[in-house]
């Protein structure tokens, strides 16, 4: 709120902030000095405290010029079961157990049986603490643990014994002291609904011995501090009534977190409440300039195990288990709160990262918004559709990448091995090692192999030529040798320097030093912190393996995914490589069969920058042409439907690539500006009643018998 521009005040009636965080939760799970620097960023950010404060008048608050408030109390009443002597001074409460200890009372439990009546992470918290005040007897009492595996592993190491399978019948009191709780045994299940299933065994009693019992069993909230006149109403069975933006029955009035339910849950739960009251509450303030609400809720990231294990093969993810937190010995728990589990050493944290399997999603957590200097970004864009005459289009969609991952036998996966795309972005000062080429490791590369032809000119993958390969592979052997002053092995097929210049910058790396093998890479293997590089087709009196830092792939290119939908959509063809096929290699490079649909660049055939510019000059010429001259030029070789003939069968509108025809009123109907005479409809339709203008059967016969004449 108040980075939206408004003046905050909390009024809490603890003698230190945080809430439940800092009196709930104890230091040897979350150090407080941690948490102290948390709440010092807010303070600093214009957000008022005032402490040791209990608020009962919230109408008053808003009498005295307030124009807002938030209820956020938390939930801060421990649940007791109506048994006999559970009202006994020797029956504590946890939250309020925890709260006395953490701000600061002297809590001595030395010689002390403490039994803890309760199954998740608080009653764990509350043993752990126990444990920490003079090392007493600590034991859980419960049904059936729910609380969190590696809590509860914690908890025994510590000393605490947990005592499952029991349910609470009374405690026992002995000359007005408590001597331990009286329970049946009892067959404990699953929980279904959130309610464990139990089955009580009759003729089980016992008593688990203790003199101090501390509940642990769930909370409520308080509510006493609500109006008198029921201006702030709750809800059956527990809880603050409220609508959806979180505003309670009384204008101006709002409530978030545990509070809001009479029930406890996660801490990120109530942040979130937080995040979603600050917005409200703006709305509230300033109307429609208020901060709107988020129009929708991102899908959980959801992965497949297959693609996962696909990950895994290629190298995108490691198989390696999850780490075991480190931990501070027992020993060095005893009688203290230093924190127990340590954070994760660099190398940890390393290996850690090597497991993510990149599922995320955008969370709108707004931090590219505060990095963007430029103010580019708006996460209120929607997605609209337009409709627009045009008089004509190109299409310049570009080529993908050929990925070396299905192509084993390049290495792609293995630590130090790149496409050539990727070293550009290792070279870039923007990218992620600030210009600098450096290996998994950290050092810079002292060798570095450039692999020629990887997808391309191989019948396995691409039989065709990518064309610009050979030169940008020579542009990245002389960058490495100028940015990293490494020695270079290029690996190829056949050196294409096809074009203006390019021979000459050819043998201008070979004389810097450049090494030239030829061959056909068979395999890249790591071997002792190297990567072997073999081929073989080489020539005489070359090596036919190298070892190296580096390997960089000289990924040639193929058609976009989306160019069957793309080709489709327009109308347009494609050749046996799957680019954009033209409408005449040389007498219509940029047009299409389609009248007004033009290509540029690689969508049409692999080529370099040079030739991409001279085909989108050309394109561009060739749509202005047809334009300026303000009406089409139809071929006269387009179909003909006779309709005495058409039984409407719908044939040859389903076989027409150009979806030039149409049935109305059973009768085949074709487009002639759509139609490019191709002849599907005429050889589909079965009553022969389409045909070709200037190609029917006479007209054929007569071509034929002028030739034999």
């Given at each position: 709120?108040?980075r ?47 402490l ?20 956020a ?16 001074p ?41 444990v ?8 859980i ?34 000359r ?13 299940g699953?929980i ?114 297959d693609?996962?294990?696909?990950k ?35 190398e ?6 090597s ?22 970004i ?37 630590p ?30 002292k ?9 391309s ?8 030529c ?35 210049g ?21 395999s890249v ?89 001279a ?25 003909a ?24 009123d ?44």
């Open positions: 709120l108040v939206l521009g408004h003046q905050v005040k909390i009024f809490d009636s603890f003698s230190e902030a945080g809430g439940m965080m800092r009196v709930g939760i104890p230091p040897h799970r979350l150090p407080y000095d941690r948490l102290e620097w948390e709440i010092e960023q807010i303070k600093n950010e214009g957000v008022e405290i005032q040791n404060t209990k608020v009962d008048d919230i109408t008053g608050l808003l009498e005295q010029g307030y124009d807002s408030v938030l209820i109390t938390g939930v801060h009443k421990a649940i007791k079961l109506p048994i006999r002597n559970a009202n006994h020797d029956n504590w409460e946890s939250v309020d157990f925890l709260r006395r200890v953490f701000l600061g009372e002297k809590i001595k439990l030395a010689g002390k049986k403490v039994i803890v009546l309760g199954a998740g992470d608080v009653a764990l918290d509350v043993a752990r603490t126990a920490r005040l003079g090392e007493p007897e600590v034991k009492v419960c049904r059936g643990m729910r609380a969190s595996d590696h809590e509860i592993e914690a908890a025994k190491i510590e000393g605490v014994k947990i005592v499952p399978n029991n349910v609470f019948k009374k405690v026992v009191v002995k007005n002291k408590i001597v331990g709780i009286e329970c049946l045994k009892a067959e404990v699953g279904v609904d959130g309610r464990r299933i139990v089955e009580e065994i009759p003729g089980s009693e016992h008593i688990v011995e203790g003199d101090l019992i501390i509940w642990a069993l769930g909370q409520n909230a308080d509510y006493s501090f609500l109006p008198w006149d029921g201006s702030i109403n709750t809800q059956y069975p527990k809880g603050i009534q409220a609508d959806q933006n979180l505003m309670t029955t009384k204008p101006g009035v709002f409530v978030a977190g545990d509070v809001k339910f009479g029930a406890t849950s996660f801490v990120v739960d109530a942040i979130a409440d937080g995040h979603h009251a600050a917005r409200t509450i703006d709305r509230y303030l300033r109307g429609s300039e208020g901060v709107p609400e988020p129009e929708k809720t991102l899908p959980v990231a959801v992965i497949e195990r693609a996962i294990e696909t895994i093969q290629h190298g995108q993810a490691s198989a390696e288990n999850r780490l075991t937190t480190t931990s501070i010995s027992a020993a060095k728990r005893r009688n203290n709160f230093d924190e127990v589990d340590l954070c994760l050493a660099e940890d944290a390393l290996l850690e990262a497991r993510c399997v990149e599922c995320g999603v955008c969370s709108e957590c707004m931090e590219c918004v505060t990095a963007c200097e430029k103010e580019a708006n996460h209120q864009q929607q997605e609209i559709i337009e409709e627009i005459n045009v008089g004509a289009i190109i299409l310049a969609t570009g080529f993908k990448d050929f990925d070396p991952a299905v192509a084993p036998e390049y290495g792609s996966g293995l130090n091995v790149v496409t050539a795309m990727e070293f550009e972005r290792l070279i870039n000062t923007g990218g992620p090692t600030e210009g600098q080429v450096l290996l998994a490791n950290g050092k810079k590369p060798k570095v192999a450039i692999i020629h032809c990887v997808g000119r191989d019948e396995k993958y691409n039989e065709y990518s064309r610009a390969c050979c030169m940008f592979s020579l542009k990245l052997a002389q960058l490495i040798r100028d940015y990293v002053d490494a020695e270079v092995f290029e690996i190829y097929r056949d050196m294409r320097t096809f074009g203006k390019y021979e000459e910058f050819y043998n201008r790396v070979e004389e810097d030093g450049v090494h030239f093998y030829h061959g056909r890479v068979k293997t790591k071997k002792k912190g190297s990567l072997k590089v073999s081929w073989d087709d080489g020539y005489f009196d070359q090596p036919d393996s190298v070892e190296v830092d580096m390997v960089v792939l000289a990924t040639g290119f193929e058609p976009q995914p989306d160019a069957d939908e793309v080709a489709h959509t327009f109308g347009i063809s494609r050749s046996v490589d799957g680019f954009f096929l033209e409408k005449h290699p040389k007498l219509g490079p940029v047009e299409t069969s389609t009248n007004g649909i033009f290509l540029a660049g690689a969508c049409q055939s692999p080529k370099d920058i040079p030739d991409s510019v085909q989108a000059g050309a394109t561009a010429a060739a749509a202005l042409a047809l334009i300026d001259q303000g009406q089409v030029v139809l071929d006269p070789f387009i179909a439907v006779n309709n005495g003939y058409c039984a409407g069968c719908g044939q040859c509108a389903a076989s027409c690539p150009y979806q030039a025809i149409e049935i109305i059973q009768i085949a109907v074709v487009n002639q500006y759509q139609c490019k005479g191709c002849g599907t409809c005429a050889a589909a339709c079965p009553n022969k009643a389409v045909s070709l203008k200037h190609y029917e059967d006479e007209q054929l016969i007569a071509e034929l018998l002028g030739a034999l004449h």
